[in-house]
């Protein structure tokens, strides 16, 4: 699960991100009576949250390359 952290917390920050912006964007300027597809919106979402998910996994795979170089971590003093 530690080597998912990256892609699930990529996917829910994009997928909520979205639909936040979106609310506060969007839905304040459009009058009740418009009518939106609201199956758009959680496909756009779904992609979105795909992208951060991909960016997650970016970001975790480059960080845990760059702690497994040799003289990177501290070493343990010796007894």
């Given at each position: 699960?530690?080597?998912?952290?990256g892609?699930?917390?990529?996917?829910?920050?994009?997928?909520?991100?979205?639909?936040?912006?979106?609310?506060?964007?969007?839905?304040d300027?459009?009058?009740?009576?418009?009518?939106?597809?609201?199956?758009?919106?959680?496909?756009?979402?779904?992609?979105?949250?795909?992208?951060?998910?991909?960016?997650?996994?970016?970001?975790?795979?480059?960080?845990?390359?760059?702690?497994?170089?040799?003289?990177?971590?501290?070493?343990?003093?010796?007894?």
């Amino acid at each position: 699960m530690k080597n998912k952290t990256g892609v699930i917390g990529g996917f829910v920050v994009g997928f909520t991100g979205f639909l936040l912006m979106f609310k506060l964007i969007v839905l304040d300027n459009v009058p009740p009576e418009d009518e939106l597809a609201p199956g758009i919106v959680v496909v756009a979402s779904l992609f979105s949250g795909l992208l951060f998910a991909f960016i997650g996994y970016k970001i975790q795979s480059y960080l845990a390359k760059k702690g497994n170089q040799p003289g990177s971590s501290p070493q343990q003093p010796k007894s």
